[in-house]
Nanobody, 116 residues
Framework: QVQLVESGGGLVQAGGSLRLSCAAS????????IAWYRQTPGQERERVAS???????DYADSVKGRFTISRDNAENTVYLQMNSLKPEDTAVYYC??????????WGQGTQVTVSS
C-alpha cells in the first residue's frame, strides 16, 4: 500500500509560479514511477510529468520548458515546479504512483487555477 498526499495548489496569475508536492508513505521502496496528471471538468486525465525510480524524467509537450519534476528521497516527496503558468494549466492536479509495475495509487488532487 502506498498513500499519496498532494499539496501546493492555489490561485495564481498568468506568468506566475507554483510548486506542487506529493508526499508518499507506505511501501515507498516498491514505487517504480511517480507521475503528475491533471484533469479539467469533462476531460480525461492528462499525464503532465513523470519521474522513474532511476531518476529519468518525462514531460508532456504542453509543459516542456515550463514545468520541472524532481524528488527528495529523504522527504519521500516528489515536486512539480510550475513556471510561466498559463490559464490553460488550470486543472486539478493528481499524483500517481506505480508499484511493482502493476499497482496504481492516486492522491486526492489539488486545484490549480491560473487567472488571465
Amino acid at each position: 500500500q502506498v498513500q499519496l498526499v498532494e499539496s501546493g495548489g492555489g490561485l495564481v496569475q498568468a506568468g506566475g509560479s507554483l510548486r506542487l508536492s506529493c508526499a508518499a508513505s507506505g511501501s515507498i521502496l516498491s514505487i517504480n514511477e511517480i507521475a503528475w496528471y491533471r484533469q479539467t471538468p469533462g476531460q480525461e486525465r492528462e499525464r503532465v510529468a513523470s519521474i522513474m525510480r532511476g531518476g529519468s524524467t518525462d514531460y508532456a509537450d504542453s509543459v516542456k520548458g515550463r514545468f520541472t519534476i524532481s524528488r527528495d528521497n529523504a522527504e519521500n516527496t516528489v515536486y512539480l515546479q510550475m513556471n510561466s503558468l498559463k490559464p490553460e494549466d488550470t486543472a486539478v492536479y493528481y499524483c500517481r504512483a506505480v508499484v511493482y509495475a502493476t499497482r496504481v495509487y492516486w492522491g486526492q488532487g489539488t486545484q490549480v487555477t491560473v487567472s488571465s
